[in-house]
T-cell receptor, first 113, second 111 residues
Framework: NAGVTQTPKFRILKIGQSMTLQCTQDMNHNYMYWYRQDPGMGLKLIYYSVGAGITDKGEVPNGYNVSRSTTEDFPLRLELAAPSQTSVYFC????????????FGSGTQLSVL | GQNIDQPTEMTATEGAIVQINCTYQTSGFNGLFWYQQHAGEAPTFLSYNVLDGLEEKGRFSSFLSRSKGYSYLLLKELQMKDSASYLCAALKEDSSYKLIFGSGTRLLVRP
């Protein structure tokens, strides 16, 4: 059982480049989330989705976009990469509601230079 | 507000007991989570409290007081592998259902 799979694990971008972080889960979870974690800090919610076709902003959505065309996939798009987006990104999912435990992907280390 | 406060670092000795505190000021609060995160890895779920009181799960226990906006994670019989960051997270239940994380407490277990 794969759980939550994120790709890539590492990426270096130049300022102004764009990229998509992929996230897929095979647990048929309704809720999916994108968090970022800066060094020595907690997790900040970027975007979340309560089901296919439904997304909403979290605490720090600026500079990012998401889509949820299927239950399984929840990609995160960076359109114009900036140094402030250097961080570790985690995708997560939960079965039905947010008051159930989150299952996290292994993370993506992104550097914008 | 949505402030969640926990100590930045703690040190304890193998075999001992340690208590990691978390205070929160989240309006529309509905539940308090604890996650463990080893360096370079993803967080993993430890506990969830929605009612006041103590929940025990093996060597780990979690306590919640909703009226005081206070929680703690208690780790007994500390092992070296318990060296990790412990993240407190509060579920903000309004129209958004956002899980708000604290900055985490880095626990170092020494022999």
């Amino acid at each position: 059982n794969a759980g939550v799979t994120q790709t890539p694990k590492f990426r270096i971008l130049k300022i102004g480049q764009s990229m998509t972080l992929q996230c897929t889960q095979d647990m048929n979870h309704n809720y999916m989330y994108w968090y970022r974690q800066d060094p020595g800090m907690g997790l900040k919610l970027i975007y979340y989705s309560v089901g296919a076709g439904i997304t909403d902003k979290g605490e720090v959505p600026n500079g990012y976009n998401v889509s949820r065309s299927t239950t399984e996939d929840f990609p995160l798009r960076l359109e114009l990469a900036a140094p402030s987006q250097t961080s570790v990104y985690f995708c997560a999912s939960s079965l039905r509601t947010p008051n159930e435990k989150l299952f996290f992907g292994s993370g993506t280390q992104l550097s914008v230079l | 507000g949505q402030n969640i406060d926990q100590p930045t670092e703690m040190t304890a000795t193998e075999g001992a007991i340690v208590q990691i505190n978390c205070t929160y000021q989240t309006s529309g609060f509905n539940g308090l989570f604890w996650y463990q995160q080893h360096a370079g890895e993803a967080p993993t779920f430890l506990s969830y409290n929605v009612l006041d009181g103590l929940e025990e799960k093996g060597r780990f226990s979690s306590f919640l007081s909703r009226s005081k906006g206070y929680s703690y994670l208690l780790l007994k019989e500390l092992q070296m592998k318990d060296s990790a960051s412990y993240l407190c997270a509060a579920l903000k239940e309004d129209s958004s259902y956002k899980l708000i994380f604290g900055s985490g407490t880095r626990l170092l277990v020494r022999p």
